[in-house]
């Protein structure tokens, strides 16, 4: 079983509350499927799906099959298969449907320009409009505003592209717009702000960010990335973002050549902040430092899983991350969380769903309690707790609905 971790930085106000920054990874279920890396992953009403890639250690370098990931059971089941053998393709959803576009299938290793659509209500695949290319190898999709932008890869027998076009689910077309800056392949991408971010890859090796707006198809250069390994970069880092901010995770680039790292982008400042690394080659993450991997968002939760790391060897562990920022500490006197006592729970609700639940987290990540909660006072016996930091999440189906850190007991 994986391990999670907290990382939590502390800072005295002058109101002697605290506000902090914390990120906690949260083993869940693993993923039932194959290992396997440069898997297509996406998140439809709530529920998160990963599929195709390469199987690690089988010369299968290419899946057909797709999983549907529930999160409040955390479960997984198998859906209806791809009709190709992919890898490296550009996955998205759009208005409650799943898209893969490019990659190349198993036999004979040909590229993939065929755009599928999933529905879940059918639960079935449909095949859309065919991609202007002959379909992009490890290329990059962003979702902004309704519309799909896909780019960057490589494009057999022309080599690397930065080619950029943009898909309109509802008219079914493909529009070119201004090329990416980026000649690259493996990059990064993700949404912020109502631009989108492109970063990294792998011909050449590539530090550089760049920013596009849809509304001016226009490109503008920001900070390099920083922290990068000299030789790779921020090669096969995934990209993903919350409502507040985008972020890459893992990756060639860090320090040691690969690293499991996150780090968050200020489109505000433009600037970079390490929220977690690990660069020992060893847990606390999926055991080794990884690369490759596949990332869905639910309720602005990101959960990770699968991906590459030394000598060919992938994980099926899924995680999921908790980051709070700017989270005030709950007081005695006016929150609606706090200790009673040491083994009970005050908590007072001004909403709550049927499937509304209170998690109890130590700081260094280990879930200790849960219950469900009603609307108004909910008084909890939690049991017997070891004196120190907790952190609580309270969320229901839809959404997180509070999370913080408790008041430390004696």
């Known amino acids: 079983m994986m391990k999670s971790i907290s990382i939590t930085l502390l800072l005295i106000s002058a109101s002697y509350t605290f506000t902090y920054c914390q ?38 370098y290419g899946s057909a099959d797709f999983w549907k990931y529930d999160p409040v059971q955390d479960s997984w089941s198998q859906i209806t298969s791809l009709p190709l053998f992919l890898q490296s393709s550009c996955a998205f959803a759009i208005n409650g449907k799943g898209y893969l576009v490019g990659g190349t299938y198993m036999a004979p290793n040909a590229p993939n320009a065929i755009l599928y659509e999933y529905d879940p209500v059918l639960n079935s695949w449909t095949q859309k409009s065919t991609y202007p290319l002959t379909g992009p190898y490890a290329g990059t999709a962003v979702v902004l505003n309704g519309m799909a932008y896909i780019g960057t890869g490589q494009v057999q027998n022309l080599g690397l592209t930065n080619d950029f076009y943009c898909y309109d689910p509802a008219a079914n077309t493909w529009t070119p717009k201004a090329p990416i800056p980026i000649l690259s392949t493996n990059c990064f991408s993700f949404p912020a702000n109502n631009k989108i971010y492109f970063g990294g890859g792998v011909v050449p090796y590539n530090n550089k960010v760049y920013e596009y707006d849809p509304a001016l ?67 606390p993450y999926f055991g080794n430092s990884i690369a490759d991997a596949s990332v869905f968002v639910i309720n602005d939760m990101p959960y990770i899983s699968q991906g590459v790391s030394a000598a060919n060897t992938c994980f099926n562990g899924v995680s999921t991350i908790n980051i709070i920022t700017n989270v005030v500490e709950a007081t005695e006197k006016n929150n609606s969380i706090r200790f009673i006592s040491e083994n009970s729970l005050f908590v007072d609700l001004n909403e709550a769903g049927v499937d509304t639940r209170l998690f109890l987290y130590t700081a260094s990540g280990q879930q200790v309690y849960q219950s469900y909660l009603k609307k108004g006072i909910n008084l909890l016996h939690i049991g017997t707790l070891d004196q120190g930091i907790y952190f609580y999440l309270i969320n229901d189906t839809s959404k997180k609905i509070k999370a913080g850190k408790l008041p430390t007991f004696y």
């Open 23 to 60: 990120i906690t990874l949260f083993p869940l279920n693993p993923f039932p499927g194959n290992e396997r890396y440069s898997a297509a992953a996406f998140s439809i009403n709530g529920y998160g799906y990963i599929g195709s890639g390469a199987h690690c250690n089988t010369g299968i």
């Open 217 to 283: 198809n226009a490109w503008t250069q920001k900070n390099n990335l920083p922290f990068v390994n000299p030789v790779y970069d921020f090669v096969c880092s995934t990209g993903f973002s919350t409502s507040a901010n985008g972020y890459i995770f893992g990756g060639y680039g860090y320090i040691y050549g690969r690293g499991n790292f996150i780090h968050r982008y200020n489109h505000l400042t433009d600037t970079w902040s390490l929220l977690y690394s690990d660069t020992t080659w060893a847990p």
